[in-house]
């Protein structure tokens, strides 16, 4: 995607996220699925994605979905809320 994350590993395994730029990027992975119907790169970046939007909302600062997504997003984000704590 040419895009920075803003992800930083950390020593403990984890990540520091620089939030504005996260979110960019999210922006950016988002935009590329919303673009096509192609089911492999829906396939791909989906976990990501969702994960993704997760962590955007709990951070205070989430994207805005097109309505023919947000349906289904939905339900994929609550269920990994729930397993991501």
Do not use: W
């Amino acid at each position: 995607m040419e895009l920075p994350t803003g992800l930083t590993p950390t020593p403990q395994g984890s990540c520091d996220i620089e939030l504005s730029t996260f979110r960019a990027f999210v922006q950016g992975l988002y935009a590329h699925y919303s673009s096509t119907s192609n089911p492999v790169i829906h396939g791909l970046a989906r976990g990501l994605l969702v994960t993704s939007l997760v962590l955007l909302e709990h951070a205070g600062a989430p994207i805005t979905l097109k309505p023919e997504h947000e349906e289904a997003l939905r339900e994929e984000k609550t269920a990994f809320a729930r397993s991501m704590g």
